[in-house]
């Protein structure tokens, strides 16, 4: 079935480091991906997406580049604040129905 | 401004008792979602609309029930038959098959 692994939070980083979530799916045929944040007690929020292999999504210095010879889209940015403490969720959409594929979400949490 | 509303954002009832969450939008689309979300996990579908007076179970339809009379509104009522119903409900809506799907802030609903 249609499934989404990320790597098990939490992940715990210093200010100005650089970051890395890992998101590998399986879906069938080509789905579009998503990369959402939510931020405590909050709904969840559109960070990046992707329609198609090779396309990059990138948003507030986020980055995620859509492999589909690995079925992977891992998130990144280069310099992380406080404030991007949070939920990441990498969801692959599939289906007929447009069913988003969720699965535990990371924990980032961003020390000064 | 255009987004989703969901209220109230806390909800306290009773065991045995139905309750009603409500979800608008005006963004004008056509499809709306509702999810459940359990501490550490991620997103599980409930139910979702693509259309005005059509809907379809998701993958846990089990004790609860939706309307969908009016394109802006989607309420979902958390019936007495839900075995475990403390939970965080958010609310989704899109425009389109394969489009990203945009989230309300959530109504936290507490049985006892």
């Known amino acids: 079935g249609n499934s989404v692994t990320q790597m098990e939070g939490p992940v715990t980083l210093s200010e100005e480091a650089f970051l890395t979530i890992n998101c590998t799916y399986t879906a069938t045929g080509y789905p579009s991906l998503f990369w959402y944040v939510q931020y405590p007690g909050e709904g969840l929020q559109l960070l990046l997406k992707?329609?198609?292999?090779?396309d990059k999504g990138s948003n507030k210095g986020f980055e995620a580049t859509y492999r589909k010879e690995t079925t992977s889209f891992h998130l990144e940015k280069g310099s992380v604040q406080v404030s991007d403490s949070a939920v990441y969720f990498c969801?692959?959409?599939?289906?007929?129905?447009?069913?988003?594929?969720f699965g535990a979400g990371t924990r980032l949490a961003v020390h000064p | 401004d255009g987004g989703i509303t969901q209220s109230p954002k806390y909800l306290f009832r009773k065991e045995g008792q139905n309750v009603t969450l409500s979800c608008e939008q005006n963004?004008?689309?056509?499809?709306m979602y509702w999810y459940r979300q359990d501490p550490g996990q991620g997103l599980r579908l409930i139910y979702y609309?693509?259309?005005?007076?059509?809907?379809q179970k998701g993958d846990i339809a089990e004790g609860y029930s939706v309307s969908r009379e009016k394109k802006e509104s989607f309420p979902l009522t958390v019936t007495s038959a839900q075995k475990n119903p403390t939970a965080f409900y958010l609310c989704?809506?899109?425009?389109?098959?394969?489009?990203?799907?945009?989230f309300g802030p959530g109504t936290r609903l507490t049985v006892t």
């Open positions: 989704a809506s899109s425009n389109g098959p394969r489009l990203e799907q945009y």
């Open positions: 992707a329609t198609k292999a090779d």
């Open positions: 609309s693509q259309i005005v007076n059509d809907f």
């Open positions: 963004l004008n689309h056509d499809a």
């Open positions: 969801a692959p959409i599939s289906g007929g129905y447009n069913k988003l594929i």
